[in-house]
Structure formats: structure tokens, C-alpha cells
């Protein structure tokens, strides 16, 4: 009698035993290299939860498309298929206009003045402008300020016609280049190498780092220091999933972001740097523009400000403007 108590008694315990919850699945995908900003920003957020959030939160990385690629990533996070994206700007255009402000052509005068605008509020109101899409802007990550790169040297805006170039989709992207006679192809970043070497285009623009880890400097000889528009990203995550986490874990996850969003801007920074005089090293013409020559290439594309300013807001183009310095 007492040893079938003992039994009963032990087998409720069992029952009532709190049941150890799973880790929270965080799949962070992205399409570059992990030796990019975008990519050691990934692999240090992994490292910081693994270290400060274990047994509550679980981080995977998918590099370099292995995942989802441009095409399909958003989509498969508002489906809650991966959790964590950090696409260039340009690709929101079909959630919101407004983030089409950073696409816009010699807007932002360096990198300086982008940074002081991503700290305006404003610019922190756009991290949310996608919320009614299931999209939940989280910080906003720079890749550097864009280049020219093509098969032959750009000085001038007439030097580009004729080409064609490797444009994310971005409506501005291929007016800008439609301004200076030259075509353009929306390819998923994964796809530039093999359309380079296949001829599809001539040109593309990115940083120094983006040009460097997929070896496209190889197949374009020439680099012309633009500096004409910036490619940034944003953190994003679905806002069905974000707001499921509890509250104090999800505390601690944006305390994460904080501190390697700072590093992921440094390393950028750093990293741009380094990488443009690898270029230089392995024997690719850097072409210097002189101030008529940037003149001439600004006043070729500045049009498309006031294109379209009614799209993405005057109150938006206007906060842009103002963290210029000139």
C-alpha cells in the first residue's frame, strides 16, 4: 500500500515537473560573403546570444544565399520562415516608398551625413514605415558609399553610355543610369559574377568591400570613386514574430543589436578602406574625379530629386538634405 502511494505520489511530481521550453529559433539569412561587414555583423550576433542568451534563444546564420536569396527572402520572413534578414535598402521598394530617400543620387555628400541621418528622428520613424507588411525594422546597418565599377573607365556621364549595369530593384537605380545613357539589369547579388562573365552587363555599383569579396574587380579593371549614392541595410525581422518574444528576452536581443549595429558600422568603415587599396594592390585603375568631373555626373542625376520627392515625402527628402554640410 505505502510503495503504490509512494509510486502515485512520485508520478504526479513527474506531471506537475515545469517542462523545459525549447530555445526561441532565430534563422538569420543574408546573401553575402562572411567576410563582409553584413556578414561578421551576422556571425557577431550570433556569438553575443550564444553568449549572454543560451538555452533561451538559438541563432543560425545562412550566408551568401545559402538560404533564401534576393528574390524570395522577404517574403519567406513575412512567412516566418527565416527570422532575421538585413536587405539593402533599395529592396522595400514595394512596402514603402520612402526608403527610396537613401537610393537617391549624390543626396548625402559622404558617409558622415548619412550617419547623422539614420540618428534623426525621421530617419528612425522609416524603421517602422513597413509594420503594416509584417515587416519590423530594427537598425540600420552601412555597407559604405557606392562606386562605379565597369569594362572601361568612367570620368565623365558620357563615358557610361551604352553600358549596361547590375542595379538592385530600385526604379531610381535605372532612372540614374538612364540619365547618363547607359542601360540597366535588376540581378540578385549572388548573379553579378556570372553576368559579368557572361557579358549581361558591364558595370556595377558598390563599396569597395562588396567589389572585393565577390572578385569583381577581376572582371572590371576600372573603379571610378563616385561616392554617389550609399548601399545600406535594415535589420529586419517580421513584427508577428519580434513582438511573440518575451518582453525581457527581446530586451536583451535589441541590446544585442545596439552594440553590433556599432561594430558592423566600424567594420565597414574599416573594411571599405582596407579593400580599396587592395584593388589598387592587384592592379585596378581607382579613377579620381576632379570637382568639374563630379559636377557634371551630380548635375546629370540630381534631377531625380525632385522626381520624387511627392513618393517619398518632402519632409523626408527635406531632413535628408539638412545633415549636408556644405
Known sequence: MFKTSLAAAFAALLCSA??????????????????TPKGKGALLFKQLVDERLAGKVKVEVYPNSSLFGDADELQALRDNKVQLLAPSLSK?????????????????????????????????ELLRSMAGHNI?????WNNGMKQLSATRALHTPADAAGLTFRIQPSAILEQQFAR????SLRLPF????????????????????????????ALQPYVTET?????????????SFWISIPYQVRVQLEAIIDEVTMAVNLEAEALNARDRQRLVAA???????????????RAAMQPLWQEYEGKIGSDVLRAAQTVNRR
Open 18 to 35: 515545469p517542462v523545459l521550453a525549447e530555445p526561441i529559433l532565430i534563422k538569420f539569412s543574408h546573401v553575402v560573403a562572411e567576410d
Open 92 to 124: 522595400f521598394e514595394q512596402y514603402t516608398t520612402q526608403l527610396q530617400v537613401f537610393d537617391l543620387p549624390f543626396l548625402f555628400d559622404d558617409l558622415e551625413a548619412v550617419k547623422r541621418f539614420q540618428k534623426r528622428e525621421k530617419s528612425r
Open 136 to 140: 519590423y525594422g530594427l537598425a540600420y
Open 180 to 183: 547618363v545613357g547607359a542601360s
Open 190 to 217: 549572388a548573379e553579378t559574377q556570372a553576368a559579368l562573365q557572361a557579358g549581361r552587363v558591364q558595370g556595377a555599383e558598390n563599396p569597395w568591400s562588396n567589389i572585393v569579396s565577390q572578385q569583381l574587380g
Open 227 to 239: 561616392e554617389h549614392g550609399v548601399l545600406s541595410y535594415m535589420l529586419v525581422s517580421s513584427s
Open 283 to 297: 592592379g585596378n585603375q581607382v579613377v579620381s574625379l576632379n570637382s568639374e568631373q563630379r559636377a557634371a555626373w
